[in-house]
């Protein structure tokens, strides 16, 4: 079946450095959809990227599709302690049932 | 606030036990998605409903099952409970067709002893 796989699991960053995940999906998606999770809290929906190769940026975020829509990364500069949380990547892979990747936890060092 | 609400927030069952997870839908949004999201898990899909009808399964056993209502809110139904169904039931919901945001709630935390 459809996989949507993230890396890494898990990041320690010191406050201000900049932080990347990746996600890929065993097949094409339709769309990719980034999600942040707060510890304790539930998924938020962050963005949604349709187009091959397309680019969107959220303030510090910036996320990339990948040309075959297969491929997906979100990219944070100058991480802050309000970033902390778990970034998932999800995608339909047929139909609009949504599938989520394992996510990548964030960690923030003061 | 996404308008999504789900009870109870928490729970503790033992095994074999039957359990029931309410959840309602954000105004205007006539689908509904459960998901199961184990401790340091992405959430699984489990199921979705659309017209009172169930509209996509995940690899989840019979003894999950849900329903949805004419008001397009939501119920999801475990029986035979077992000690991995511990996890945090979510309900998300949107528009039919719409392959966008999906509304989540604040969770159903079920603890099975």
């Known amino acids: 079946g459809q996989q949507v796989m993230q890396i890494p699991q898990y990041q320690h960053v010191q406050e201000g450095e900049d932080f990347t995940t990746y996600c890929n999906s065993s097949?094409?998606?339709?769309?990719i959809q980034w999600y942040k999770q707060r510890p304790g809290g539930h998924p938020v929906f962050l963005i949604q990227l349709v187009k091959s190769g397309e680019v969107k940026k959220q303030k510090r975020l910036t996320f990339q599709f990948g040309e075959a829509k297969k491929n997906s990364s979100l990219h944070i500069t100058a991480t802050q302690t309000t970033d902390v949380g778990t970034y998932f990547c999800?995608?339909?892979?047929?139909?609009?049932?949504?599938?989520f990747g394992k996510g990548t936890r964030l960690h923030i060092l003061p | 606030e996404t308008g999504v609400t789900q009870s109870p927030t928490h729970l503790i069952k033992t095994r074999g036990q039957q359990v029931t997870l309410r959840c309602s839908s954000q105004?205007?949004?006539?689908?509904v998605s459960w998901y199961q999201q184990a401790l340091g898990q992405g959430p699984q899909f489990i199921f979705q409903y659309y017209r009172e009808e169930e509209n996509g399964r995940g690899n989840f056993p019979p003894r999950f099952s849900g329903l949805q209502f004419p008001n397009y809110s939501s119920e999801l139904n475990v029986n035979a409970l077992e000690l991995d169904d511990s996890a945090l039931y979510l309900c998300?919901?949107?528009?039919?067709?719409?392959?966008?945001?999906?509304?989540f709630g604040e969770g159903s935390r079920l603890t099975v002893l």
């Open positions: 998300a919901s949107h528009r039919a067709g719409e392959t966008g945001e999906l509304f």
């Open positions: 097949t094409t998606l339709s769309n």
């Open positions: 999800a995608g339909p892979p047929r139909d609009d049932k949504i599938i």
């Open positions: 105004s205007g949004h006539n689908t």
